[in-house]
Protein backbone atom coordinates (compact mmCIF):
# COMPACT_ATOMS: atom_id res chain seq x y z
CA UNK A 1 0.00 0.00 0.00
CA UNK A 2 1.11 3.45 -0.95
CA UNK A 3 2.06 5.16 2.61
CA UNK A 4 1.05 8.90 0.92
CA UNK A 5 -2.46 8.04 0.51
CA UNK A 6 -3.31 8.02 3.79
CA UNK A 7 -2.20 11.54 5.00
CA UNK A 8 -4.80 13.39 3.66
CA UNK A 9 -6.36 15.82 6.71
CA UNK A 10 -9.64 14.10 7.86
CA UNK A 11 -12.88 16.01 7.19
CA UNK A 12 -14.52 17.32 9.73
CA UNK A 13 -17.95 16.07 9.03
CA UNK A 14 -16.46 12.53 9.77
CA UNK A 15 -14.92 13.59 13.30
CA UNK A 16 -18.40 13.94 14.43
CA UNK A 17 -19.64 10.53 13.93
CA UNK A 18 -20.83 8.17 16.18
CA UNK A 19 -18.36 4.97 17.46
CA UNK A 20 -20.86 2.68 15.77
CA UNK A 21 -21.00 4.64 12.56
CA UNK A 22 -16.98 4.95 12.43
CA UNK A 23 -16.55 1.09 13.54
CA UNK A 24 -19.38 0.24 11.15
CA UNK A 25 -17.04 2.06 8.38
CA UNK A 26 -13.96 1.21 9.49
CA UNK A 27 -14.51 -2.35 9.79
CA UNK A 28 -15.43 -2.11 5.63
CA UNK A 29 -12.53 -0.88 4.76
CA UNK A 30 -13.15 3.21 5.29
CA UNK A 31 -9.25 4.58 6.63
CA UNK A 32 -10.57 7.86 7.46
CA UNK A 33 -12.96 6.35 9.89
CA UNK A 34 -10.57 4.68 11.23
CA UNK A 35 -8.37 7.49 11.52
CA UNK A 36 -10.92 9.10 13.52
CA UNK A 37 -10.80 6.36 15.81
CA UNK A 38 -7.49 6.66 16.00
CA UNK A 39 -7.05 10.14 17.27
CA UNK A 40 -10.70 9.72 19.46
CA UNK A 41 -8.87 6.57 21.45
CA UNK A 42 -5.11 6.56 20.38
CA UNK A 43 -4.80 9.17 23.80
CA UNK A 44 -6.12 6.99 26.41
CA UNK A 45 -4.55 4.05 24.76
CA UNK A 46 -1.26 5.65 25.24
CA UNK A 47 -1.71 6.47 28.78
CA UNK A 48 -3.58 3.54 29.35
CA UNK A 49 -0.12 1.41 28.04
CA UNK A 50 2.33 3.82 29.53
CA UNK A 51 0.70 3.14 32.98
CA UNK A 52 0.83 -0.76 32.35
CA UNK A 53 3.90 -0.21 31.06
CA UNK A 54 5.44 2.08 33.80
CA UNK A 55 6.95 4.01 31.18
CA UNK A 56 6.90 5.19 27.69
CA UNK A 57 9.52 3.64 26.23
CA UNK A 58 7.08 1.03 24.84
CA UNK A 59 4.07 2.44 24.46
CA UNK A 60 4.44 3.79 20.77
CA UNK A 61 4.74 0.18 19.63
CA UNK A 62 1.89 -1.50 21.87
CA UNK A 63 -0.59 1.47 21.04
CA UNK A 64 0.15 0.91 16.91
CA UNK A 65 0.57 -3.31 17.66
CA UNK A 66 -3.24 -2.24 19.37
CA UNK A 67 -4.64 -0.74 16.50
CA UNK A 68 -3.41 -2.66 13.87
CA UNK A 69 -4.98 -5.90 15.51
CA UNK A 70 -8.25 -3.29 15.75
CA UNK A 71 -7.95 -3.16 11.93
CA UNK A 72 -7.74 -6.38 11.34
CA UNK A 73 -10.90 -7.23 13.75
CA UNK A 74 -13.13 -4.69 13.30
CA UNK A 75 -15.04 -6.70 10.74
CA UNK A 76 -15.85 -9.28 13.38
CA UNK A 77 -16.97 -6.39 16.05
CA UNK A 78 -20.80 -6.67 16.42
CA UNK A 79 -21.79 -3.93 18.33
CA UNK A 80 -19.97 -0.85 16.86
CA UNK A 81 -21.13 1.48 19.76
CA UNK A 82 -19.13 -0.41 22.26
CA UNK A 83 -15.82 0.13 20.39
CA UNK A 84 -14.21 2.08 23.03
CA UNK A 85 -14.11 -0.50 25.70
CA UNK A 86 -13.33 -3.06 23.03
CA UNK A 87 -10.36 -0.97 22.10
CA UNK A 88 -8.97 -0.71 25.35
CA UNK A 89 -9.02 -4.32 25.86
CA UNK A 90 -6.65 -4.94 22.83
CA UNK A 91 -4.37 -2.15 24.30
CA UNK A 92 -4.97 -3.86 27.73
CA UNK A 93 -3.86 -7.11 26.80
CA UNK A 94 -0.82 -6.26 24.48
CA UNK A 95 0.34 -4.06 27.19
CA UNK A 96 0.36 -6.55 29.48
CA UNK A 97 1.82 -9.33 27.38
CA UNK A 98 4.55 -6.82 26.64
CA UNK A 99 5.37 -6.44 30.48
CA UNK A 100 5.49 -10.44 31.03
CA UNK A 101 7.89 -10.91 28.13
CA UNK A 102 9.90 -8.19 29.47
CA UNK A 103 10.18 -10.22 32.68
CA UNK A 104 10.76 -13.47 30.92
CA UNK A 105 13.39 -11.42 29.37
CA UNK A 106 15.00 -9.91 32.58
CA UNK A 107 15.38 -12.97 34.57
CA UNK A 108 12.24 -15.52 35.66
CA UNK A 109 13.48 -15.26 39.41
CA UNK A 110 12.77 -11.88 39.75
CA UNK A 111 8.95 -12.41 40.31
CA UNK A 112 7.29 -9.11 40.26
CA UNK A 113 8.45 -5.62 38.69
CA UNK A 114 11.63 -4.94 41.05
CA UNK A 115 10.10 -2.41 43.12
CA UNK A 116 11.83 1.02 43.50
CA UNK A 117 13.98 0.77 47.16
CA UNK A 118 12.53 4.14 48.08
CA UNK A 119 8.99 3.30 48.48
CA UNK A 120 7.29 4.98 51.26
CA UNK A 121 4.52 7.25 51.17
CA UNK A 122 6.94 10.01 52.56
CA UNK A 123 8.70 9.75 49.22
CA UNK A 124 5.39 9.48 47.10
CA UNK A 125 4.22 12.96 48.60
CA UNK A 126 7.37 14.19 47.31
CA UNK A 127 7.23 12.38 43.66
CA UNK A 128 7.36 14.73 40.78
CA UNK A 129 4.03 14.20 39.93
CA UNK A 130 0.62 12.88 41.28
CA UNK A 131 0.71 10.57 38.08
CA UNK A 132 3.84 9.46 39.28
CA UNK A 133 2.82 8.61 42.51
CA UNK A 134 -0.60 6.86 41.41
CA UNK A 135 1.85 4.87 39.01
CA UNK A 136 3.75 3.56 42.11
CA UNK A 137 1.26 2.73 44.07
CA UNK A 138 -0.51 0.82 41.15
CA UNK A 139 2.86 -0.84 40.74
CA UNK A 140 2.45 -2.13 44.17
CA UNK A 141 -0.59 -3.61 43.73
CA UNK A 142 -1.17 -7.33 42.62
CA UNK A 143 -1.06 -7.63 38.92
CA UNK A 144 -5.27 -9.11 38.61
CA UNK A 145 -6.42 -6.12 41.64
CA UNK A 146 -4.63 -3.66 38.97
CA UNK A 147 -5.80 -4.94 35.94
CA UNK A 148 -9.20 -4.82 37.08
CA UNK A 149 -8.85 -1.30 38.67
CA UNK A 150 -7.55 -0.02 35.46
CA UNK A 151 -10.13 -1.35 33.10
CA UNK A 152 -12.54 -0.04 35.26
CA UNK A 153 -11.44 3.00 35.89
CA UNK A 154 -9.23 3.96 33.08
CA UNK A 155 -11.38 1.46 29.91
CA UNK A 156 -14.54 2.30 31.84
CA UNK A 157 -15.00 -1.46 31.02
CA UNK A 158 -18.47 -2.94 32.85
CA UNK A 159 -18.01 -5.55 35.50
CA UNK A 160 -19.30 -7.78 32.53
CA UNK A 161 -16.40 -6.79 29.79
CA UNK A 162 -13.74 -7.43 32.60
CA UNK A 163 -14.69 -10.58 33.63
CA UNK A 164 -14.76 -11.89 30.56
CA UNK A 165 -11.21 -10.31 29.13
CA UNK A 166 -9.74 -11.61 32.80
CA UNK A 167 -11.58 -15.02 32.53
CA UNK A 168 -13.02 -14.85 35.83
CA UNK A 169 -16.28 -14.48 37.51
CA UNK A 170 -18.04 -11.50 37.71
CA UNK A 171 -18.20 -11.72 41.31
CA UNK A 172 -14.55 -12.45 41.79
CA UNK A 173 -13.93 -8.39 39.61
CA UNK A 174 -16.24 -7.15 42.44
CA UNK A 175 -13.90 -8.01 45.15
CA UNK A 176 -10.53 -7.35 43.07
CA UNK A 177 -12.11 -3.80 42.11
CA UNK A 178 -12.75 -3.20 46.18
CA UNK A 179 -9.59 -4.51 47.35
CA UNK A 180 -7.60 -2.29 44.65
CA UNK A 181 -9.77 0.60 45.72
CA UNK A 182 -9.16 0.01 49.19
CA UNK A 183 -4.78 0.19 48.99
CA UNK A 184 -5.18 2.84 46.75
CA UNK A 185 -7.96 4.93 48.89
CA UNK A 186 -5.23 3.90 52.15
CA UNK A 187 -2.20 5.10 50.03
CA UNK A 188 -4.05 8.34 48.57
CA UNK A 189 -4.60 9.11 52.18
CA UNK A 190 -0.86 8.92 53.21
CA UNK A 191 0.05 11.25 50.48
CA UNK A 192 -2.56 14.00 50.14
CA UNK B 1 -12.57 0.36 58.20
CA UNK B 2 -11.63 -2.96 58.04
CA UNK B 3 -14.56 -4.71 60.03
CA UNK B 4 -18.22 -4.96 58.51
CA UNK B 5 -19.03 -3.44 61.67
CA UNK B 6 -17.64 -0.33 61.20
CA UNK B 7 -19.75 0.08 58.11
CA UNK B 8 -23.42 -0.32 59.11
CA UNK B 9 -22.90 -3.93 58.41
CA UNK B 10 -21.91 -3.39 54.96
CA UNK B 11 -18.62 -4.78 53.68
CA UNK B 12 -16.06 -2.27 51.98
CA UNK B 13 -16.74 -4.91 48.61
CA UNK B 14 -20.67 -3.73 48.78
CA UNK B 15 -20.07 -0.33 49.33
CA UNK B 16 -17.39 -0.32 46.08
CA UNK B 17 -20.64 -2.06 44.05
CA UNK B 18 -22.84 0.54 45.33
CA UNK B 19 -20.29 3.42 43.82
CA UNK B 20 -20.54 1.44 40.24
CA UNK B 21 -23.97 1.21 40.18
CA UNK B 22 -24.26 4.96 40.47
CA UNK B 23 -25.83 4.51 43.92
CA UNK B 24 -29.36 2.77 42.43
CA UNK B 25 -31.22 1.42 43.71
CA UNK B 26 -30.71 3.90 46.44
CA UNK B 27 -30.10 2.02 49.51
CA UNK B 28 -30.92 3.48 52.79
CA UNK B 29 -29.04 1.92 54.98
CA UNK B 30 -25.87 3.16 53.14
CA UNK B 31 -27.28 6.79 52.15
CA UNK B 32 -27.90 6.76 56.27
CA UNK B 33 -25.25 5.32 57.75
CA UNK B 34 -22.13 8.17 58.18
CA UNK B 35 -19.39 5.68 57.92
CA UNK B 36 -20.78 4.15 54.90
CA UNK B 37 -20.89 7.49 53.32
CA UNK B 38 -17.15 8.52 54.25
CA UNK B 39 -16.13 5.18 53.29
CA UNK B 40 -17.93 6.37 49.47
CA UNK B 41 -16.75 9.68 49.43
CA UNK B 42 -13.11 8.53 49.88
CA UNK B 43 -13.77 6.03 46.80
CA UNK B 44 -15.31 8.89 45.07
CA UNK B 45 -12.32 11.45 45.74
CA UNK B 46 -10.22 8.92 44.71
CA UNK B 47 -11.93 8.05 41.64
CA UNK B 48 -12.18 12.01 40.85
CA UNK B 49 -8.16 12.77 41.47
CA UNK B 50 -7.60 9.93 39.28
CA UNK B 51 -10.01 11.02 36.21
CA UNK B 52 -8.25 14.55 36.59
CA UNK B 53 -4.90 13.63 36.23
CA UNK B 54 -6.03 11.01 33.49
CA UNK B 55 -8.00 13.66 31.63
CA UNK B 56 -4.89 15.74 32.06
CA UNK B 57 -2.88 13.10 30.60
CA UNK B 58 -4.95 12.36 27.64
CA UNK B 59 -4.97 16.33 26.89
CA UNK B 60 -1.09 16.29 26.98
CA UNK B 61 -1.56 13.22 24.87
CA UNK B 62 -3.76 14.50 22.72
CA UNK B 63 -1.82 17.91 21.51
CA UNK B 64 1.44 15.81 21.03
CA UNK B 65 2.49 15.91 17.27
CA UNK B 66 0.74 13.20 15.59
CA UNK B 67 3.69 11.09 13.91
CA UNK B 68 2.26 8.47 16.38
CA UNK B 69 -0.66 8.48 14.04
CA UNK B 70 0.74 8.58 10.70
CA UNK B 71 2.67 5.15 11.69
CA UNK B 72 -0.15 3.72 12.86
CA UNK B 73 -2.23 4.16 9.22
CA UNK B 74 0.96 3.38 7.45
CA UNK B 75 1.29 0.20 8.87
CA UNK B 76 -2.51 -1.02 7.92
CA UNK B 77 -3.12 -2.34 4.64
CA UNK B 78 -6.58 -2.06 2.52
CA UNK B 79 -5.78 -5.10 1.12
CA UNK B 80 -7.23 -6.79 3.95
CA UNK B 81 -10.59 -5.47 3.22
CA UNK B 82 -10.46 -6.31 -0.52
CA UNK B 83 -13.26 -8.73 -0.66
CA UNK B 84 -14.01 -10.43 -3.97
CA UNK B 85 -13.09 -9.42 -7.49
CA UNK B 86 -16.19 -8.36 -9.08
CA UNK B 87 -15.36 -8.83 -13.01
CA UNK B 88 -16.46 -5.92 -15.49
CA UNK B 89 -15.91 -6.38 -19.41
CA UNK B 90 -13.42 -5.16 -21.47
CA UNK B 91 -13.73 -4.98 -25.92
CA UNK B 92 -10.42 -6.77 -25.37
CA UNK B 93 -10.77 -10.44 -25.07
CA UNK B 94 -7.26 -10.91 -23.42
CA UNK B 95 -7.72 -8.12 -20.83
CA UNK B 96 -9.15 -8.95 -17.65
CA UNK B 97 -10.47 -6.04 -15.67
CA UNK B 98 -12.32 -6.18 -11.87
CA UNK B 99 -13.17 -3.86 -8.90
CA UNK B 100 -12.71 -5.29 -5.32
CA UNK B 101 -15.94 -5.65 -3.30
CA UNK B 102 -14.50 -3.38 -0.84
CA UNK B 103 -13.70 -0.68 -3.45
CA UNK B 104 -17.42 -1.07 -4.06
CA UNK B 105 -18.05 -0.75 -0.62
CA UNK B 106 -15.86 2.98 -0.87
CA UNK B 107 -18.29 3.18 -4.24
CA UNK B 108 -21.07 3.41 -1.88
CA UNK B 109 -19.57 4.85 1.08
CA UNK B 110 -18.82 8.28 -1.67
CA UNK B 111 -22.15 8.13 -3.43
CA UNK B 112 -23.91 8.10 0.34
CA UNK B 113 -22.01 11.20 1.59
CA UNK B 114 -22.91 12.87 -1.49
CA UNK B 115 -26.64 12.89 0.05
CA UNK B 116 -27.12 15.40 2.97
CA UNK B 117 -28.36 14.47 6.31
CA UNK B 118 -27.96 10.74 6.04
CA UNK B 119 -24.58 9.02 6.83
CA UNK B 120 -23.80 5.03 5.34
CA UNK B 121 -22.61 2.87 7.38
CA UNK B 122 -22.02 -0.98 7.05
CA UNK B 123 -22.53 -2.03 3.20
CA UNK B 124 -23.11 -5.17 1.99
CA UNK B 125 -23.36 -6.90 -1.38
CA UNK B 126 -25.30 -10.30 -1.20
CA UNK B 127 -25.14 -12.62 -4.04
CA UNK B 128 -22.62 -13.97 -6.41
CA UNK B 129 -20.89 -10.87 -7.52
CA UNK B 130 -18.02 -12.72 -9.25
CA UNK B 131 -20.64 -14.24 -11.94
CA UNK B 132 -21.25 -11.60 -14.54
CA UNK B 133 -25.09 -11.18 -14.58
CA UNK B 134 -25.80 -13.10 -11.41
CA UNK B 135 -28.62 -10.90 -9.17
CA UNK B 136 -27.22 -8.84 -6.21
CA UNK B 137 -28.40 -7.45 -3.09
CA UNK B 138 -27.02 -4.21 -2.34
CA UNK B 139 -27.24 -3.52 1.99
CA UNK B 140 -27.01 -0.31 3.38
CA UNK B 141 -26.88 0.31 7.09
CA UNK B 142 -27.59 4.29 7.99
CA UNK B 143 -27.93 7.18 10.15
CA UNK B 144 -30.68 10.09 9.76
CA UNK B 145 -30.21 13.28 10.90
CA UNK B 146 -33.01 13.73 13.27
CA UNK B 147 -36.21 15.98 12.27
CA UNK B 148 -35.38 14.41 8.49
CA UNK B 149 -38.02 12.63 6.48
CA UNK B 150 -36.48 9.51 6.88
CA UNK B 151 -38.88 7.68 3.26
CA UNK B 152 -37.75 10.82 1.42
CA UNK B 153 -33.78 10.47 2.43
CA UNK B 154 -34.03 6.86 2.13
CA UNK B 155 -35.12 7.42 -1.66
CA UNK B 156 -32.54 9.54 -1.99
CA UNK B 157 -30.15 7.40 -0.88
CA UNK B 158 -31.12 4.82 -3.07
CA UNK B 159 -30.84 6.75 -6.33
CA UNK B 160 -27.70 7.78 -5.53
CA UNK B 161 -26.31 4.53 -4.89
CA UNK B 162 -28.33 2.88 -8.06
CA UNK B 163 -26.34 5.46 -10.13
CA UNK B 164 -23.06 4.92 -8.61
CA UNK B 165 -23.26 0.74 -9.02
CA UNK B 166 -24.74 1.66 -12.50
CA UNK B 167 -21.41 3.99 -13.47
CA UNK B 168 -19.04 1.91 -11.63
CA UNK B 169 -20.12 -1.53 -11.87
CA UNK B 170 -22.27 -4.45 -14.19
CA UNK B 171 -23.54 -5.64 -11.08
CA UNK B 172 -27.20 -7.14 -11.76
CA UNK B 173 -28.82 -4.93 -8.69
CA UNK B 174 -32.15 -6.70 -7.79
CA UNK B 175 -32.62 -4.36 -4.79
CA UNK B 176 -31.01 -1.62 -2.38
CA UNK B 177 -31.93 -2.47 1.02
CA UNK B 178 -31.31 0.34 3.48
CA UNK B 179 -31.60 0.21 6.55
CA UNK B 180 -32.26 3.37 9.03
CA UNK B 181 -30.52 1.99 12.37
CA UNK B 182 -30.67 5.02 14.02
CA UNK B 183 -30.87 9.03 14.30
CA UNK B 184 -28.13 11.53 15.07
CA UNK B 185 -28.31 15.33 16.18
CA UNK B 186 -26.04 18.25 14.73
CA UNK B 187 -23.00 17.93 16.27
CA UNK B 188 -22.45 21.31 18.58
CA UNK B 189 -18.86 21.80 17.72
CA UNK B 190 -16.63 22.91 20.66
CA UNK B 191 -14.94 26.26 21.15
CA UNK B 192 -16.81 26.90 17.69
CA UNK B 193 -19.38 30.35 17.21
CA UNK B 194 -20.24 28.72 13.84
CA UNK B 195 -23.43 27.16 15.02
Redesign the interface.
Known amino acids: MPTTSTREPVASPLESFTDQILADRAGDGDMRAFEVLVRRYGPLMRVYASRVLGSNDEMDDVVQESFITAWQQLPTLENGAAVKSWLMRIVSRKSVDRVRARRQHVNIDLTDAPAPAQHSPHRLAEAGSQTEALTRVLADLPEDQRRCWMLRELAECSYGEIAEELEIPVSTVRGLLARARKTLLQEMEEWR | MTSSDALAGH???E???YL?RDRTPADPSIDGSPECQTALS??Q???R???D??L????L??ERE?S??????????????AGRDIPISHPSPTARVSVTE?AV??IL?AAGDSVPNI?????RLDGDVTAPGAPVTVRV?A?VLQGEIIASLADQLRDALYAALRQHTELAVESVDITI??L?QI?V?AGESEQ
Do not use: N
Not at chain 2, 68 to 81: D, F, G, K, P
Not at chain 2, 119 to 123: D, E, N, S, T
Open positions: TFELSDDGMRLRTHRLLKDVQEADWVTSILQHISLEARGRGRIVGRCDTRDYPP
